[in-house]
C-alpha cells in the first residue's frame, strides 16, 4: 500500500506504508548533543540579562592572597576567568584556568590573555575602560604582586556597568 508522500511540496510521488503491529512500533531515537557542542552553564540574574561577575574589594584580595600564601589567588583567577568566559559566552581556555598559573613564564602569558578578555567584556558592555595587557603581566606581577588589585578592580567596573544595565542584582 502507498501513500502520497506530500513532504517535498512538488510533484507527488508514492512512499512505501509499513503497517507493524503495536508491539514493534519503531520509537525515534532521542538527538545526542555532537562531541564538538561544549555545554555552558550560564549564571544569570535575577532580571535575565548579561551574567554579572561577583564585586570584592581589591586590597582585602590582595591581603587574602598574601595570608593564604597564594591559594586564594589560584580560586580567585579561576572565578575571575569562569565568570568571564560567561560574560563572553565564550568556552573556557587552557589559560584561563588555575593550574595555568603554577608554570612559569605560562602564567604570564595567562595574566595577559585574562587582561584580553576583561578587556572583550569591557567593551561588549559599552564600558570606556581598558586594561593594559603588559602591565598586567609584567609591571603590576613586579609591583608586590599587585596583579589581583589590578584586574580585580577592573572586574568591579564590569561588575557596576552589567548592574546599572541590569537593574538591581542585590549586590
Not at 503497517?19 to 538527538?31: I, K, R, Y
Not at 597564594?70 to 589559560?95: C, F, K
Not at 572583550?120 to 570606556?128: D, E, F, I, K, Q
Not at 603590576?140 to 589590578?150: L, N
Request: proline share 11%.
Amino acid at each position: 500500500m502507498t501513500e502520497p508522500n506530500l513532504s517535498t511540496g512538488g510533484d507527488l510521488t508514492a512512499a512505501p506504508h509499513v503497517d507493524l503491529p503495536p508491539d514493534e512500533a519503531v520509537v525515534p531515537s532521542p538527538q545526542l548533543p555532537s562531541p564538538s557542542s561544549q555545554a555552558v552553564v550560564v549564571a544569570r540574574p535575577p532580571f535575565g540579562g548579561p551574567p554579572v561577575p561577583r564585586k570584592q574589594g581589591a586590597w582585602g584580595l590582595w591581603w587574602l592572597c598574601l595570608i593564604t600564601f597564594s591559594i586564594y589567588y589560584l580560586v580567585w583567577y579561576d572565578r575571575i576567568n569562569s565568570e568571564l568566559a560567561t560574560v563572553l559566552g565564550q568556552p573556557r581556555r587552557a589559560n584561563s584556568q588555575w593550574w595555568n598559573q603554577l608554570i612559569p613564564i605560562w602564567n604570564l602569558v595567562g595574566l595577559g590573555a585574562t587582561a584580553k578578555r576583561l578587556n572583550a567584556a569591557h567593551t561588549l558592555v559599552g564600558s570606556p575602560t581598558q586594561v593594559g595587557v603588559f602591565t598586567s603581566w609584567f609591571w603590576a606581577p613586579a609591583w608586590f604582586a599587585s596583579q589581583t588589585r589590578y584586574l580585580q578592580r577592573r572586574v568591579n567596573i564590569l561588575h557596576d556597568v552589567l548592574a546599572s544595565q541590569n537593574g538591581p542584582t542585590g549586590s
